[in-house]
């Protein structure tokens, strides 16, 4: 079993970090790496919702299902991949939503478990998310400060 942790600082007020990364249907404008949303089930606190990547080299689109769980009141976000759970016997996240020097501090914490049937190794899939997870969350930033200074 492994975790991992990444934050970003991001020059926006927390309440609309927080609102714009739940809002999965529009995660396409947000992310760089999806090519799809599709949310499945949505209540005030829960959120059941596919995914599809884009290509990446010479790995085709993926797809998956997850849920996720809002705790507005702490502005936390739990959740958990579904299927297919390929490469991880398991996936489970938590974000986190700091106000910090005018800004927010988002962190990231992903523990997981790889399945030895994906034939990779728990090096290699902790390097490739430590890589796409500082990736998006720049992605993130660029994208929500772009939008807040034109509001």
């Known amino acids: 079993m492994a975790t991992i942790q990444n934050s970003i600082w991001i020059q926006a007020d927390r309440i609309t970090v927080f609102e714009r990364t739940n809002d999965i249907a529009h995660w396409t404008d947000l992310f760089t790496e999806y090519k799809e949303t599709r949310v499945l089930e949505q209540g005030e606190a829960y ?28 502005f936390r976000i739990t959740a958990r991949r579904l299927a297919p759970l390929l490469p991880f016997k398991h996936m489970n996240l938590e974000w986190l939503y700091e106000e910090q020097d005018e800004g927010t501090y988002m962190t990231w914490i992903q523990e ?40």
């Open 47 to 74: 959120i059941r919702f596919e995914l599809t990547t884009h290509p990446e080299g010479n790995r085709p689109s993926r797809t998956w299902e997850s849920e996720r769980w809002l705790d507005r009141p702490n």
């Open 112 to 151: 997981f478990e790889v399945d030895p049937a994906s034939g990779l190794t728990g090096e290699q899939v902790e390097a490739h998310l430590n890589r796409t997870t500082k990736e998006q969350m720049t992605a993130i930033k660029h994208n929500i400060e772009k939008q807040t200074v034109r509001s």
